[in-house]
């Protein structure tokens, strides 16, 4: 039975790939922090069929430690800190986590096992201040945020370790994904979970910062499969996973309203507080590389995603 050991398992995209592994015959584990209080609730469900380990992307000997009492075959390193306006706030902290931490976990695989499969989740706000459009795996980088920077530099440090060390390392170059197990600080939740809860009359208002931000919007179910299909090539190599379509966060605002029959117009208040230092205004990805090397696309529409965040939304409000 092949083992993969997941970093993030508790995330979203973390708790998708998990299922999606299991389906496929694998045993997996999930790296966890120490903490008080555990936020399991997007793994609840697996828990009977995973198995958790302690581990730190700031502690190079728990890395190895997770590492040589899973052995896995491949590693998909999900962790980070991921939400883009806490790292204007912890710029210093987000480093640690989404960039030195990824060579703490490269070194500790390379000193362990340099066998072993890796995979880094690498982010399109590296692209940030877009050169061209739509953004392929040649577009040249320029990150408008901690977080982005911090991504550019664990996506390079994998192309480094992938040809010094002759690893087999690559980065999913993600657009972003939703998804109902989406955090609720994200934009996507953020406005799914407000309409559900003003349709049943626990909010008045909505609000939000740039409605004219424009993103490429995917499914993490459909993504997580393109995780999979990256390690299972026969050579290692990097690729854009998207779905070519923008939209801008209005589309995404009167798609999820009128799911519940409402006019955003009534609801929706721009508030400055909301509005990033450096806006990252357009962001739309070309996956021809994906689609043609990996066989990989997307399934889920952007309207049927966001109209399936509203319903789980309502159910749980």
């Known amino acids: 039975m092949k083992r993969a050991l997941i970093t993030g398992i508790s995330g979203q995209d973390g708790s998708y790939l998990a299922e999606l592994l299991l389906d496929k015959g694998y045993e997996v584990f999930g790296m966890v922090r120490r903490a008080s209080v555990d936020k399991f609730e997007r793994i609840t469900h697996l828990m009977d069929r995973i198995q958790l380990v302690q581990g730190d992307l700031l502690d190079q000997f728990?890395?190895?430690?997770?590492?040589?009492?899973?052995?896995?075959?491949?590693?998909?390193?999900?962790?980070?800190?991921?939400?883009?306006?806490?790292?204007?706030?912890?710029?210093?902290?987000?480093?640690e986590f989404t960039a030195v931490g990824v060579t703490r976990l490269l070194e500790s695989v390379r000193l362990v096992n340099n066998k072993i499969k890796f995979y880094q989740a690498s982010s399109s706000e590296m692209y940030g201040k877009v050169r061209e459009t739509p953004q392929n795996e040649l577009t040249p980088?320029?990150?408008?945020?901690?977080?982005?920077?911090?991504?550019?530099?664990?996506?390079?440090?994998?192309?480094?370790?992938?040809?010094?060390?002759?690893?087999?390392?690559?980065?999913?170059?993600?657009?972003?994904?939703?998804?109902?197990?989406?955090?609720?600080?994200?934009?996507?939740?953020?406005?799914?979970?407000?309409?559900?809860?003003?349709?049943?009359?626990?909010?008045?208002?909505?609000?939000?910062?740039?409605?004219?931000?424009?993103?490429?919007?995917?499914?993490?179910?459909?993504?997580?499969?393109?995780?999979?299909l990256m390690?299972?090539?026969?050579?290692?190599?990097?690729?854009?996973?998207?779905?070519?379509?923008?939209?801008?966060?209005?589309?995404?605002?009167?798609?999820?309203?009128?799911?519940?029959?409402?006019?955003?117009?009534?609801?929706?208040?721009?508030?400055?507080?909301?509005?990033?230092?450096?806006?990252?205004?357009?962001?739309?990805?070309?996956?021809?590389?994906?689609?043609?090397k990996l066989g990989w696309k997307p399934k889920v529409s952007f309207e049927k995603m966001i109209q399936m965040m509203v319903d789980a939304d309502l159910e749980r409000v």
């Open 231 to 292: 390690l299972q090539q026969s050579e290692p190599d990097d690729y854009v996973v998207a779905t070519g379509e923008a939209h801008t966060v209005e589309r995404l605002v009167e798609v999820a309203f009128s799911h519940v029959g409402l006019n955003w117009k009534d609801y929706v208040k721009i508030d400055p507080a909301f509005i990033r230092p450096a806006e990252v205004d357009l962001l739309i990805g070309d996956s021809a590389k994906a689609r043609q």
């Open 62 to 95: 728990s890395l190895i430690a997770a590492l040589e009492k899973t052995e896995p075959a491949e590693v998909y390193n999900l962790a980070a800190q991921s939400f883009v306006p806490t790292s204007w706030a912890q710029p210093v902290l987000t480093s």
């Open 141 to 228: 980088f320029y990150p408008r945020s901690p977080y982005g920077v911090s991504k550019a530099y664990g996506h390079y440090i994998t192309v480094n370790y992938r040809e010094s060390y002759d690893m087999f390392a690559v980065s999913g170059i993600l657009f972003n994904h939703e998804s109902p197990r989406r955090g609720l600080e994200f934009v996507t939740r953020k406005v799914t979970d407000g309409v559900a809860k003003i349709k049943k009359g626990k909010a008045k208002e909505l609000r939000l910062g740039n409605l004219d931000a424009r993103r490429d919007w995917g499914f993490a179910g459909d993504y997580v499969e393109a995780m999979y």
